[in-house]
């Protein structure tokens, strides 16, 4: 991967979380903290995004959650870069607590839906309602030692995401 690097690397993962993670490790989310090019992450819950009967691509609504850091603007213009004109709804939000980072956040994203509580169940309980087809996540790999225990925002939603998760690394 480092020497041919493709534009997209797709990869299926267990999504293990907690002692399953520690104990078996993951080669998904090794390598998408290992390189800088999106990856799109199937977890276990994720349902399929081709339609069986078609090929076609079956993506109606797309859920992209934003916080100050990593960059949501460069995750946003790469995501553009990458899909194009996909003819789907795309719906901005922010989880957690409602803070003056949202309130910065609502200046760049109007239409951000702010989703307070955890984290992670607040971009599940999301994607969710949004009947989301793909979540997709800027990530910024583990911070600090809290995030190296439990695993990143990414790897936890990725455990019950109800669909793919693609991954723009910062």
Same mark, same amino acid.
């Given at each position: ?63 992209? $959650?934003?916080?100050?850091?990593? =960059?949501?603007?460069? /995750? *946003? !213009? &790469?995501?553009?870069?990458? #899909?194009?004109?996909? @003819? ?27 989703? $307070?509580?955890?984290?992670?169940? =607040?971009?599940?309980? /999301? *994607? !969710? &309602?949004?009947?989301?087809? #793909?979540?997709?996540? @800027? ?32």
């Amino acid at each position: 991967l480092q020497q041919h690097p493709p534009d997209l690397l797709v990869a299926a993962s267990h999504g293990r979380t907690g002692i399953n993670w520690w104990l078996s490790g993951s080669v998904a989310i090794e390598t998408l903290r290992m390189i800088s090019i999106p990856v799109l992450l199937l977890g276990p819950a994720a349902r399929p995004f081709i339609a069986e009967d078609t090929g076609r691509l079956n993506i109606h609504n797309i859920l992209f $959650p934003v916080a100050a850091c990593p =960059s949501p603007v460069e /995750a *946003a !213009r &790469q995501f553009q870069d990458m #899909m194009g004109d996909i @003819p789907a709804r795309l719906s901005y939000v922010h989880a957690g607590e409602k803070s003056v980072e949202s309130g910065q956040l609502l200046e760049l994203f109007p239409d951000l839906n702010v989703q $307070p509580g955890d984290v992670v169940s =607040s971009i599940l309980r /999301a *994607a !969710r &309602q949004a009947g989301a087809d #793909m979540i997709v996540m @800027p990530t910024a790999g583990h911070h600090g030692f809290i995030d190296a225990l439990r695993g990143s925002v990414t790897q936890r939603v990725l455990h019950d995401a109800p669909c793919p998760i693609l991954a723009l690394p910062s």
